[in-house]
DNA sequence: AATCAATATCGTAATATTGCAATATTAAAT
DNA sequence: ATTTAATATTGCAATATTACGATATTGATT
């Protein structure tokens, strides 16, 4: 064990979780932070800006590509990397969702 | 290593991914669908919801409630858990600013 | 062609997560 | 007081994540 099983889990369920936990390191959610405000997607200086080694910055931002949260083109000897908005929408889509279903609930309990 | 340098970031990113890495598996981000469906917050019956034993459901629901998604109170011998309101506000919150962020800008690469 | 600058990959160590069987706890029901 | 039902904890094995030094890759610059 230790391998989650998603295959016993609906595939928007599985989706989330894959977004949510690209996003479930503070590094890369500085990172999506970063992209956000500067204005280019031409990012070369991540590194910098990042308190973790080149290596570990690399190994970040393959895993938010993997998750579809950023998309990156190879641009000579540096890389453009920007921000997925489809991704960064679905998020912000299924916490409204959320949202708008405990507003119609308002438990009051606990 | 191993340890994430939580130290070295602001304390909205690491608030931020806490709440995301909690929701980053298929089984808590069910639970948390679960909590939304049922009327009450007596939910005795999660563990019959999910494809889990019942202690890997009882250490998800620990992770969740460490990471404050949810809050829960001993009843008897069941328990009443529910969804912590303004942790999934904070969320929507969040991703609804990264939203408008990326409206504004409307970049156009990659 | 050799060097430089930027990023990626490899290898590895430390730590964390996932999952569950076995067991413990707890309070209600008998 | 026993039993029952529900949840928690312990202990452990398998796997995943985090971090980084060393090295590789790649394309531009000289």
Redesign the interface.
């Known amino acids: 064990m230790g391998a989650?099983?998603?295959e016993?889990?609906?595939d928007k369920?599985?989706s989330?979780?894959?977004l949510?936990?690209?996003?479930?390191?503070?590094?890369?959610?500085?990172i999506?932070?970063y992209l956000?405000k500067v204005?280019?997607?031409i990012c070369g200086d991540i590194v910098n800006e990042?308190?973790?080694a080149q290596p570990t910055v690399s190994q970040h931002l393959k895993e938010l590509k993997n998750a579809g949260l950023i998309?990156?083109?190879i641009e000579g000897n540096s890389i453009?990397?920007?921000?997925n908005?489809k991704a960064?929408?679905k998020?912000?889509t299924y916490?409204?969702g959320?949202?708008a279903?405990?507003e119609a609930?308002k438990?009051n309990?606990?």
Do not use: W
């Open positions: 989650t099983k998603t016993h889990f609906t369920q599985n989330i979780a894959t949510t936990k690209a996003l479930g390191h503070p590094a890369r959610v500085a999506i932070e956000l204005d280019a997607c990042l308190p973790l998309q990156g083109e453009c990397y920007c921000i908005e960064l929408q998020l912000q916490f409204a959320v949202s279903k405990l609930k438990l309990c606990c």
